[in-house]
């Protein structure tokens, strides 16, 4: 049963008696909780904010709601990690309910200045008419973790020409100037991102609207990152409201980039090829990024997206964040990789490993099965019509990643992962492949799986696909297959 209005919009501290016992209880009970992802504790979990490093640690906050599993009062919630892969919990970070936040602490992002970390955010608030209207909003946490908010907004008002869907502001400092970009909707109904600059984080310039060739692409940008990244500029951004296009644009809503030349400061314009979609599974939304202390640019995204229901709402909780991945560019695309640290989880350094050939058959080997997992696959040799792994198996499950040589299509299919999902999260994801995938060509699949979720990384990050599962935990076969010819299969596995 849905949550009425006022529910939704409750403080934690307006919990029933026992109810937040009563979530935990459902959530202990639930097969599905993730083993070494970013979960919540209770209720709905979604964009990434904040993600910094400070004091010796990486610091990456999260959009809560923690008294259900739909879109509520949202808090900032606050975990850290000394090497990207092991989070420690802190806790409640920003709460809203001053003037400037009352209808909750929206996305935004973090910045070190004068020995403090900034929180830079959307305070969402709403009038007796339930009419938005977004203030950009800033508080400081010191080396305790103890977080104060400014006492005013930084923006508290939308230039004119946009709507009140005027949210997430991500800022960089340059040449000892801060900037700031901020997802925004034209009052047309169409999204841009458009640029702040300030000297202080108190008191900002609207600078205007980023000069893109994507003048009518969706009705809202949420989440836009700029960075730059070997000499090129790069704009992230999810935009909302686009059709589907072949096996592009297959989620209810995307995320993706532009490359192109640094943004010009003083012209805002920016240069740049065409928009790329930055993952093709399932659930991926809302990335943002930081640079990390010796200079490599680290991506985060939700496992999920907005308007979509899953199979752990029952139990009180949803969503996850994905595993960090690093980037980096190749002809003109963002690459994307876990990042290294990913494998201080494996409990056997050496792994389980196997090396075969197939032909018209699929096959199970020794010690590949299991619920959390790292493997790495290597697919030769391959004159086979249909190539690829099933996991997460069983008699009546499983999910499956294979290579269609006819089509020359990568193909993610989770028709038969279990838990069913609703027709708008969809079953089936594909992509094309950049290089002609030949006889003598190598596919290579490093697939990070977990309770309830798999990221796969395809040909060293030219692809990745990432998707939510909900298989039973009986299902924990891997099965490698060649059907219609033969494939060479090398492949390590790790327990994590």
């Given at each position: 049963?849905?949550?009425?209005r006022e529910?939704?919009?409750r403080r934690?501290e ?7 016992a ?8 639930c097969p ?8 919540p504790v ?10 910094s490093?400070?004091e010796g640690y ?7 709601f ?6 509520g009062?949202k ?12 989070w420690?919990?802190?806790?409640i970070?920003?709460?809203p309910?001053t003037p ?6 929206y996305?935004g992002?973090?910045?070190e ?17 339930w009419?938005r ?9 010191d080396?305790q ?6 006492e005013?907004p930084v923006i508290?008002?939308v230039?004119?020409g946009y ?6 502001p991500?800022v960089?400092?340059?040449?000892d100037?801060?900037y700031?970009v901020?997802g925004?909707?034209?009052t047309d109904?169409?999204g841009?991102t ?5 000297e202080?984080?108190?008191?900002w310039?609207?600078?205007g ?5 994507l003048?009518?692409f969706?009705?809202m ?5 700029y960075?730059e990244?070997?000499?090129q ?5 999810s935009p909302q ?7 592009r ?29 930055l993952?093709?599974?399932f659930?991926?939304?809302a990335p943002?990024t930081m640079q990390?202390?010796?200079?490599r640019r680290?991506?985060v995204?939700?496992?999920g997206?907005?308007?979509l ?10 969503h996850?964040l994905?595993?960090?991945r690093q980037?980096?560019?190749q002809?003109?695309k963002?690459i994307?990789r876990?990042v290294?640290e990913m494998?201080q989880l494996r409990?056997?350094q ?13 096959r199970s ?6 619920i ?6 290597e697919i030769?040799?391959?004159d086979a019509?249909?190539v ?10 499983k999910?499956v990643i294979?290579?269609?040589?006819l ?6 299919d989770?028709s ?6 609703s027709e708008a999260?969809?079953?089936?994801r594909t992509?094309?492949?950049?290089e002609?995938?030949?006889v003598?060509a190598?596919i290579?699949l490093?697939m ?6 798999v990221?796969?990384f395809?040909?060293d990050?030219?692809?990745?696909f990432t998707?939510?599962?909900f298989?039973s935990?009986e299902s924990?076969?891997?099965r ?9 299969f090398?492949a ?5």
């Open positions: 049963m849905k949550m009425t529910q939704l919009y934690i307006q919990a029933e008696p026992g109810e937040i009563a979530l935990e209880a459902k959530i202990a009970a599905w909780r993730q083993g070494y992802h970013i979960q209770t209720g709905l979990l979604n964009d990434p904010n904040g993600f490093f400070y990486y610091h990456l906050f999260y959009q809560w923690p008294l259900g599993t739909e879109h009062m808090y900032w919630y606050h975990t850290r990690s000394k090497n990207l892969v092991t420690e919990n802190v806790g970070a920003i709460e309910g400037y936040d009352s209808h909750g602490a996305s992002s973090a910045i200045k004068d020995g403090m970390l900034n929180l830079i955010y959307t305070g969402n608030t709403r009038d007796e008419n009419i209207h977004p203030f950009q909003c800033l508080a400081f946490m080396e973790n103890v977080i104060t908010k400014f005013h508290s008002d230039p004119t709507t009140e869907h005027f949210r997430d991500k960089w400092l340059h040449e100037v801060y700031g901020i925004a909707q034209r109904e169409t841009c458009v640029l702040y600059c300030s202080d984080l108190k008191h310039q609207f600078l609207e980023i000069g893109t060739t003048s009518s969706g009705y940008w949420e989440c836009p990152d960075l990244l070997e000499g500029g790069v704009l992230i951004f409201g686009i059709p589907a296009e072949s096996d644009y297959q989620n209810i809503y995307q995320s993706g980039y532009l490359i192109g030349e640094p943004l010009n400061l003083d012209t805002r314009e920016f240069t740049h090829g065409e928009f790329e979609e993952d093709r599974g659930d991926f939304y943002q990390s202390p010796d200079g680290i991506l995204a939700w496992m997206l907005p308007d229901t899953y199979p752990t709402d029952d139990s009180g909780w949803a996850c994905t595993i960090p980037l980096s560019i002809g003109g963002l994307q876990p290294p494998a409990k056997d050496q792994g389980i490993r196997t090396q075969d050939s197939l032909s018209n058959e699929s080997f020794a010690g590949f099965n299991g959390a997992y790292e493997l790495q696959c030769s040799q391959n019509d249909l690829g792994i099933e996991f997460r198996a069983s008699d009546t499950e999910t294979q290579y269609d040589r089509q020359r299509k990568l193909i993610l989770r038969q992962s279990g838990a069913t999902l999260n969809g079953t089936i992509c094309t492949l950049d002609d995938i030949d003598d190598v290579k490093h990070f799986v977990d309770s309830s979720s990221e796969i395809v040909n990050g030219q692809e990745v998707s939510r599962i298989p935990q924990m076969d891997i490698f297959f060649a059907h219609g010819g033969k494939a060479d090398r390590v596995m790790w327990n994590v």
